[in-house]
């Protein structure tokens, strides 16, 4: 499987530019014959909390936006950005299908309290799994990475795990160490997405977009400066090593 992580240097609060930036990227992961392409969080407006300006009802622009990119390139899509339901402001990633369809729709479960997110937007309480051409998956977004009890919820049916992040450069160490932990404990292959560039709060994003296979040797590595990285990875790599290390076999939740 050939995926392409996109450390997109967000344009604060602009739908539109970003939306053509992401329309560019897409079309290049097409020509590269990518099977899968993934953006950070809060990929069309940067980590905001003014969600009464950049959220949008749920199923509406943005949602349309990704799902027409996927049909008309033929890519399975991952991205984040904010939407409504219920009255409530929710942060949430998309995992979209080459033919366009929405696989799953999962609300971010641990909103980053430091920076007031938790006041601003609703707290999701499901994990989610779905299919990438054969291969079972599931999707967290940033601060999530820090609770691994989370993680293990799907532990044992996932073979991919992603995660989507607007992390700053100051905790580039902690994004890192945790991501390849993630692997290495689940025994399954990690995508961390990051941004980089600088934020409307004069916040510094350095990438290090990873990812780990199920043993946590890193297989790639954004730099500080790199928007686009192709990592090619093999699922059957994830039986394979849960049935010769079999330790997710005494898991006790």
């Known amino acids: 499987m050939k995926i392409v992580s996109v450390q997109l240097d967000i344009i604060w609060e602009n739908k539109s530019a970003n939306y053509a930036r992401v329309k560019d990227f897409v079309a290049r992961a097409n020509r590269d014959q990518a099977d899968l392409i993934v953006f950070p969080e809060m990929f069309n407006s940067g ?22 990119l996927a049909k008309q390139y033929r890519i399975n899509i991952i991205a984040g950005f ?8 929710e942060n949430i990633a998309l995992a979209i299908g080459d033919d366009g369809t929405i696989k799953t ?16 937007y609703a707290t999701g309480d ?6 990438i051409n054969g291969c079972p998956s599931s999707l967290f977004i940033c601060y999530d990475l820090r609770f691994p009890e989370h993680f293990r919820q799907v532990a044992k049916q996932a073979e991919i795990i992603f995660v989507i992040a607007n992390w700053p450069e100051t905790r580039q160490q902690h994004w890192e160490t945790l991501l390849k932990a993630r692997a290495i404990e689940n025994q399954c292959f990690v995508v961390g997405v990051n941004r980089i560039g600088k934020d409307g ?37 994830v039986s394979a090593i849960r049935k010769k290390l079999p330790f997710l076999d005494d898991m006790k939740i």
């Open 47 to 68: 980590f905001s909390m003014k969600a009464e300006s950049i959220a949008e009802p749920q199923n509406t622009s943005t949602s349309h936006f990704l799902c027409q």
């Open 82 to 89: 904010v939407e409504t339901r219920n009255e409530r402001a």
């Open 105 to 120: 729709r999962y609300i971010k479960n641990y909103p980053f309290s430091f920076a007031g997110e938790d006041k601003v």
């Open 126 to 131: 499901k994990t989610v799994l779905f299919d």
């Open 201 to 237: 709060n004069n916040l510094i994003y350095g990438g290090g977009s990873q990812v780990y296979n199920p043993l946590g040797q890193q297989l790639s590595n954004g730099a500080s400066d790199q928007e686009y990285i192709i990592t090619e990875i093999d699922p059957s790599e």
